[in-house]
Structures are given as C-alpha cells and as structure tokens.
C-alpha cells in the first residue's frame, strides 16, 4: 500500500505558530527550512517532514526523521522507506511506500501565462494543451505527472524538458523499466500526480493540527 498524508499548512498556521511547528522537527533539517524566503515555504517545508513522522509511524518505525539524508541531486531519501514529498500554496502531502520508489506533486492551478513554459515540453505535448478545451488544466496535468517522474527517479528537474509523456497510457519508461503514472485528487483548486515504481494501491488521508 502506498500511504499518502494531506493537510492545509493556513489550518495548521491557525493553531501552530510556525517557531513551535519547527521546534518538533529535528535540528539538522532546521537550516533547510529557513532557506526558504517566505514564512509560508518554510512552514510548508517542516510541515511536510511531520506528515512523514505521522507516516512512519504506522509502518513501526516511530520518529525516524533523524535518519534522512539527501543525494546528489537534492532528494530527500530514509533508509527504511520510499518517501516524496511536495506542497504549493497552501497544500502539502507527503507519499510512502515499504515495496518501491515514488515521486509526489501537487500543483495550485494559478493562472500563468503558458508561453513561458512551452520549452519544457515536447512539440506532441504541447500541441496537446493547445489543443485541449481547458489548456491550463492540461498544462497541470502534464507538469504534475513530469514533476512526479523527476521525483521518482531522483533526478534534476533540468531534465524535465527530456520527458515525453504518452498522454493516452498511464505508464513512463526508464531505461527499460515501466513506472506507473496516476491523477490524485486534491480539489478543484489543485492538480496532482503520483508515479511509483509498483502497482500499489493508495490512500490518501487528511492530516488535521492538533487541537
């Protein structure tokens, strides 16, 4: 089972000012918060981390978050499970798995003009979100799938633009090997994806602050 948390960082911000929300973090993922430079990306940040502590936990593995360490390309990885993690405006989830690799995001559909991004696909791609009677929606259909496969993989997001998905299957080859791509459910506000490297079942649970 692939085990996904969710929850509204401006709930939490309500009930856990973000000082006590980074004091229940370990020290060492202190600095990498704070590089953020809007309070709302560093309380993002340490409130994706406890989505993963409350994850670990069902799994038998307690408070594990000392044990996170980071590969050349910047992933976070544990070496007990297959974690991702991802947030944008006020939404932050956070994915597990015991059995294989997976990638996490999640996306505010917020106007942009698409323009600006058309490099990062390919001439079938974007004929594709041109073509599509919501473009925008299309365009997050695809970013979030490809931003879920660089996060699977556990490489630089400058190889987005390498990508090509098949916009008729739900699967991706690498390298010889299929990983599976799915839509998540996060509201009308939002667009997600997930891709994993098995064919597991999900859940997705809402996480709420304490009281």
């Known amino acids: 089972m692939i085990y996904i948390y969710q929850a509204s960082s401006e709930g939490f911000w309500m009930k856990v000012p973000l000082s006590e929300l980074l004091d229940s973090i370990p020290k060492h993922l202190h600095q990498r918060a704070l590089r953020y430079r809007s309070e709302r990306d560093q309380y993002n940040f340490i409130l994706g981390r406890v989505l993963l502590r409350e994850g670990l936990g069902p799994l038998g593995m307690g408070d594990q978050?000392?044990?996170?360490?980071?590969?050349?390309?910047?992933?976070?990885?544990?070496?007990?499970v297959y974690f991702n993690i991802s947030h944008s405006s006020d939404m932050v989830v956070c994915a597990l798995s015991t059995k294989g690799a997976l990638g996490i995001d999640v996306e505010y559909t917020a106007s942009v003009d698409l323009v600006n991004f058309r490099?990062?696909?390919?001439?079938?791609?974007?004929?594709?979100?041109?073509?599509?009677?919501?473009?925008?929606?299309?365009?997050?259909?695809?970013?979030?799938?490809?931003e879920s496969v660089i996060k699977a993989l556990g490489i630089s997001l400058f190889h987005l633009n390498q990508l090509s998905l098949d916009a008729s299957g739900d699967v991706f080859l690498s390298n010889g090997e299929q990983w599976l791509l799915r839509e998540l459910d996060f509201g009308s506000d939002y667009c997600?994806?997930?891709?994993s490297q098995t064919d597991e079942k999900y859940t997705i649970k809402m996480y709420h602050p304490p009281l």
């Open 119 to 146: 490099r990062w696909f390919t001439d079938t791609e974007w004929a594709d979100i041109e073509g599509a009677s919501q473009p925008l929606r299309r365009f997050y259909w695809y970013w979030t799938r490809k």
């Open 192 to 195: 997600g994806a997930l891709c």
């Open 65 to 80: 978050l000392d044990l996170i360490s980071y590969n050349d390309n910047g992933k976070p990885v544990h070496p007990n």
